[in-house]
Protein backbone atom coordinates (compact mmCIF):
# COMPACT_ATOMS: atom_id res chain seq x y z
CA UNK A 1 0.00 0.00 0.00
CA UNK A 2 1.47 3.59 -0.64
CA UNK A 3 1.73 5.90 1.77
CA UNK A 4 0.28 9.29 1.35
CA UNK A 5 2.66 11.87 0.17
CA UNK A 6 3.97 14.69 2.71
CA UNK A 7 2.81 18.31 1.55
CA UNK A 8 5.81 20.05 0.29
CA UNK A 9 6.57 23.25 2.17
CA UNK A 10 4.95 26.50 1.16
CA UNK A 11 7.58 29.24 0.31
CA UNK A 12 7.11 32.85 -0.43
CA UNK A 13 9.10 35.96 -1.41
CA UNK A 14 9.46 38.31 1.51
CA UNK A 15 7.83 41.15 1.11
CA UNK A 16 9.15 44.98 1.83
CA UNK A 17 7.29 44.72 4.96
CA UNK A 18 9.00 41.78 6.37
CA UNK A 19 12.44 43.10 6.31
CA UNK A 20 12.23 44.36 9.72
CA UNK A 21 10.78 40.73 11.37
CA UNK A 22 12.89 38.60 8.89
CA UNK A 23 15.95 37.31 10.43
CA UNK A 24 18.85 36.98 7.81
CA UNK A 25 21.48 34.33 8.90
CA UNK A 26 25.52 35.47 9.70
CA UNK A 27 26.60 33.81 6.18
CA UNK A 28 24.02 36.53 4.21
CA UNK A 29 25.03 39.31 6.22
CA UNK A 30 28.69 38.38 5.18
CA UNK A 31 27.39 38.19 2.20
CA UNK A 32 26.08 41.39 1.48
CA UNK A 33 28.26 43.52 3.44
CA UNK A 34 31.15 41.91 1.30
CA UNK A 35 28.97 43.68 -1.55
CA UNK A 36 28.54 46.87 0.51
CA UNK A 37 32.63 47.16 1.02
CA UNK A 38 33.58 46.32 -2.02
CA UNK A 39 31.16 48.93 -3.61
CA UNK A 40 33.03 51.22 -1.10
CA UNK A 41 36.02 50.57 -2.04
CA UNK A 42 35.32 51.04 -5.50
CA UNK A 43 33.36 54.41 -4.85
CA UNK A 44 36.31 55.60 -2.97
CA UNK A 45 39.03 54.49 -5.02
CA UNK A 46 39.73 58.60 -6.37
CA UNK A 47 40.39 59.39 -2.78
CA UNK A 48 42.70 56.72 -1.91
CA UNK A 49 44.69 56.96 -5.25
CA UNK A 50 44.77 61.04 -4.82
CA UNK A 51 45.64 60.45 -0.53
CA UNK A 52 48.30 57.97 -2.08
CA UNK A 53 49.38 60.46 -4.78
CA UNK A 54 49.86 63.08 -2.22
CA UNK A 55 51.84 61.10 0.20
CA UNK A 56 54.42 60.34 -2.82
CA UNK A 57 54.67 63.33 -5.27
CA UNK A 58 56.85 65.71 -2.88
CA UNK A 59 58.19 66.60 0.59
CA UNK A 60 55.76 69.46 0.99
CA UNK A 61 52.57 67.63 0.03
CA UNK A 62 52.99 64.87 2.64
CA UNK A 63 53.60 67.32 5.16
CA UNK A 64 50.31 69.03 4.47
CA UNK A 65 48.77 65.87 4.24
CA UNK A 66 50.38 64.90 7.87
CA UNK A 67 49.29 68.15 9.31
CA UNK A 68 45.73 67.29 7.81
CA UNK A 69 45.47 64.42 9.58
CA UNK A 70 46.49 65.87 12.75
CA UNK A 71 44.53 69.13 13.04
CA UNK A 72 41.16 70.08 13.31
CA UNK A 73 39.50 67.71 10.29
CA UNK A 74 42.00 65.28 11.21
CA UNK A 75 39.52 63.22 13.30
CA UNK A 76 37.39 63.06 10.21
CA UNK A 77 39.79 62.04 7.83
CA UNK A 78 41.00 59.25 10.20
CA UNK A 79 37.51 57.84 10.32
CA UNK A 80 37.04 58.20 6.80
CA UNK A 81 40.15 56.10 6.76
CA UNK A 82 39.37 53.70 9.40
CA UNK A 83 36.02 53.11 6.79
CA UNK A 84 38.27 51.99 4.28
CA UNK A 85 40.21 49.72 6.00
CA UNK A 86 37.33 47.98 7.93
CA UNK A 87 35.60 47.80 4.19
CA UNK A 88 39.15 46.70 2.94
CA UNK A 89 39.98 43.68 5.71
CA UNK A 90 36.04 42.44 5.96
CA UNK A 91 36.14 42.61 1.65
CA UNK A 92 39.46 40.70 2.12
CA UNK A 93 38.48 38.27 4.33
CA UNK A 94 34.88 37.37 3.03
CA UNK A 95 36.77 36.92 -0.10
CA UNK A 96 39.24 34.41 1.19
CA UNK A 97 36.14 32.67 2.14
CA UNK A 98 34.21 33.10 -0.81
CA UNK A 99 37.13 31.45 -2.26
CA UNK A 100 37.49 28.85 -0.13
CA UNK A 101 34.31 27.58 -0.67
CA UNK A 102 34.61 27.80 -4.48
CA UNK A 103 37.29 25.83 -4.22
CA UNK A 104 36.85 23.36 -1.98
CA UNK A 105 33.06 22.89 -2.78
CA UNK A 106 32.82 21.83 1.37
CA UNK A 107 29.38 24.33 1.45
CA UNK A 108 26.70 23.26 3.97
CA UNK A 109 24.59 25.41 6.37
CA UNK A 110 26.81 24.75 9.96
CA UNK A 111 29.85 25.08 7.65
CA UNK A 112 28.75 28.79 6.51
CA UNK A 113 27.35 29.96 9.66
CA UNK A 114 30.85 29.28 11.62
CA UNK A 115 32.99 30.40 9.03
CA UNK A 116 30.55 33.84 8.59
CA UNK A 117 31.18 33.95 12.09
CA UNK A 118 34.96 33.64 11.94
CA UNK A 119 34.84 36.45 8.85
CA UNK A 120 33.34 38.69 11.27
CA UNK A 121 35.88 38.17 14.07
CA UNK A 122 38.86 38.51 12.20
CA UNK A 123 37.93 41.72 10.18
CA UNK A 124 36.83 43.10 13.27
CA UNK A 125 39.72 42.02 15.16
CA UNK A 126 42.52 43.60 12.66
CA UNK A 127 39.77 46.79 12.14
CA UNK A 128 40.31 47.29 16.06
CA UNK A 129 43.70 46.91 15.92
CA UNK A 130 44.35 49.53 12.98
CA UNK A 131 42.36 51.95 14.36
CA UNK A 132 44.82 51.67 17.73
CA UNK A 133 47.51 52.64 14.96
CA UNK A 134 46.13 55.07 13.28
CA UNK A 135 44.50 56.96 16.63
CA UNK A 136 47.81 56.87 18.23
CA UNK A 137 47.27 54.16 21.28
CA UNK A 138 50.70 52.08 20.17
Known sequence: MKTPAQPRPEFRNIHITDLRSYRLPP???VSILHRISGLGLFLLLPFIVWIFDRSLSSMSSYEALSAAFS???????KIICLGLIWAFLHHLCAG????????THQVSKEKG????????????VLTLLLAAKLFGVF
Do not use: K, Q
Open 113 to 124: HSTALATFAVSI
Open 96 to 103: VRHLWFDA
Open 71 to 77: GGTGIVL
Open 27 to 29: AGI
